[in-house]
């Protein structure tokens, strides 16, 4: 049973007629639909495929990052044309620069945690929700409030609140409480919990390693937390949990345990039954090799209703992922009682945002003068707060402040620095630069002379050269890696920090706390967690002396090595 009235959708009986009438109005086709959340990268892919589209009548869409204007543009047509109306979705992880190119990039989650302020949670939650709004949007996937016990994972890492649940559970249930509170949907993710693999699901299904005791003190809290909070949908991963498949399955065979997206008892005997979520299941993205390596696809899709799933994210290939969906309802895998099931949720899920009541009331559709509100001062500014509290200085020797310039030369390295397939943060290594040159110093950008043993410079010259070295790391977790290392250049790592004993060297992580794993020789290192303008304006202000380094590191920083210490 649904309850309609109780957590997290509280609807009214007006809001639950509306349900009960529009799901006895849909075809088998149109519920089928219901099920689907697409997804667009630009305008021009939406304007070749929208009348194909809307020949579904799917339940949703969403957008990795395009401009404002393409985002509001998309909306409102989609709107216009469906006869029940949209979830309409994005990464909403930063801030509004997960749907929307122009959005505030408030920082990850790493970096609000590393505030250890509740409130800058808050805000975050806060600033996705009105910027989503802004452009037709209602529905974000986050917070992730995946637990970061593992440093090598490749794909947890700053996304979490870090490594602590009670923080994690805290900042999560601000979040969702303050973007719920804007109307706009939050997706808790990623059941049962990511951030003990070192994998990543996108590339490789993986596992949750806590046995069950463990996971109930630890993901089992923050889920539970963010349940009771409201939290109206939950993500589950493409992520096993051995423990509790075997626990409510005794005697089920390895080569049987089903990562969560597709597994009758995690998705109901734990979340639904021991957790008790009543909300909305969202699938993770069904074109990950995570889910597409356990079934055939034919056999998948249906499954990922049939074991519990509301929604099924994003598809490979849309035509085939719908008939295969209706070849599953047409041969009782997906049961008439479950997909009624499925789409009341969905319908719950956008009577509580009160998109029926819009819809009536033809407000559904944005006016283009509620976009003035993206990148506002007031987010700017939050934004620049979180920078200056969040940076850690995780280790020092005294290096800092740097003395001043008027003179002084600085080698700096430059390591990465490039933006993901989905982000918009990135290449600020020259905007450092120039920070520095602003501040009097005379900055030399190495590049390696390909010279090798016998023919190095002479180390005596280097101490002589230069005041000090300085590294801009900005090397980024991002999907379809395997891991996130150092890679020193030829010749014998000829950009490693080699001079150390002889010349201050400075290490600066733009996006990983971890690299003291690789530069454990380094005596001053520090985290800053998001490689964004406002942090490195943070960044000098704190190199200068003129803002003390304030950050607390909400993880292992020295990644559980002795030598990283020294």
């Not at 401009?67 to 047509?77: A, D, L």
């Not at 979180?386 to 800092?400: P, R």
């Not at 280097?462 to 790391?473: A, E, H, K, W």
Request: proline letters at 4%; one cysteine or more; hydrophobic letters at 35%.
């Amino acid at each position: 049973m649904i309850d309609l009235k109780g957590n997290p959708f509280s609807l009214k009986d007006d809001d639950i007629e509306w349900v009960n009438k529009t799901l006895a109005g849909l075809s088998t086709e149109e519920k089928v639909g219901q099920l689907f959340c697409l997804i667009h990268r630009n305008e021009e892919e939406w304007r070749e495929e929208a009348d194909f589209v809307l020949k579904f009548q799917p339940g949703g869409t969403g957008y990795r990052p395009m401009k404002g204007e393409s985002c509001w543009t998309v909306s409102n047509y989609y709107q216009g044309k469906s006869k029940v109306p949209m979830l309409i979705s994005g990464n909403l992880e930063k801030g509004g620069s997960g749907i929307i190119t122009e959005g505030t990039n408030i920082g990850s989650n790493m970096q609000i945690a590393a505030t250890d302020d509740v409130e800058n949670a808050r805000r975050l939650g806060l600033v996705c929700a009105k910027e989503a709004k802004a452009v037709g949007a209602n529905w974000g996937f986050s917070p992730c409030i995946d637990i970061d016990y593992n440093f090598r994972s490749p794909i947890t890492n700053t996304r979490t609140f870090g490594s602590d649940p009670d923080r994690v559970a805290a900042m999560g249930k601000a979040y969702v409480e303050a973007m719920q509170s804007e109307g706009v949907l939050t997706s808790i993710k990623h059941f049962p919990g990511d951030g003990t693999d070192e994998r990543d699901q996108h590339v490789v299904t993986t596992y949750n390693s806590m046995s069950c005791e463990e996971w109930d003190e630890t993901y089992g809290k923050v889920y539970k937390t963010c349940i009771d909070a409201g939290a109206l949908s939950v993500m589950p991963g493409h992520i096993m949990h051995p423990a509790y498949s075997r626990h409510f399955r005794p005697g089920i065979k390895d080569s049987e345990i089903m990562p969560a997206t597709l597994s009758y008892e995690l998705l109901n005997d734990l979340l639904r039954g021991k957790l008790g979520f009543n909300g909305m299941i969202v699938s993770d993205a069904t074109t990950m090799v995570g889910m597409m390596t356990k079934l055939p696809r034919a056999a998948a899709v249906p499954q990922i209703i049939a074991a519990g799933c509301d929604i099924f994210l994003y598809s490979r290939n849309l035509e085939e992922d719908f008939q295969l969906m209706m070849d599953g309802v047409k041969d009782g895998r997906i049961t008439g009682e479950r997909l009624d099931e499925a789409v009341t949720r969905i319908l719950a899920t956008k009577a509580a945002l009160g998109l029926h009541e819009k819809q009536k009331n033809n407000t559904l559709l944005t006016e283009s003068r509620e976009m003035e509100i993206i990148n506002n001062e007031e987010y700017r500014q939050w934004a620049r707060e979180v920078a200056d509290q969040s940076i850690t200085l995780v280790k020092s020797d005294g290096t800092l402040p740097l003395m001043p310039g008027k003179g002084k030369k600085i080698l700096l390295h430059k390591i990465g620095d490039n933006a993901g397939a989905h982000s918009v943060s990135g290449g600020n290594f020259g905007y450092f630069r120039e920070k520095l040159e602003k501040e009097g110093y005379e900055v030399e950008v190495f590049e390696p002379s390909m010279v090798f043993e016998m023919r190095v410079r002479k180390y005596q010259d280097v101490m002589d050269d230069y005041d000090y070295i300085i590294y801009f790391c900005a090397l980024a977790t991002k999907s379809n890696q395997t891991t996130v290392r150092i890679e020193w250049l030829e010749p014998i790592g000829a950009n490693a920090p080699a001079y150390v004993a002889g010349v201050p060297t400075v290490f600066i992580s733009m996006e990983n706390p971890y690299h003291l794993l690789d530069v454990p020789m380094v005596k001053t290192y520090i985290n800053t967690y998001s490689n964004t303008r406002d942090n490195v304006d943070a960044l000098v202000e704190k190199l200068m002396g003129r803002s003390e380094f304030k950050g607390k590191s909400p993880v292992d920083p020295f990644c559980k090595r002795w030598d990283t210490r020294l």
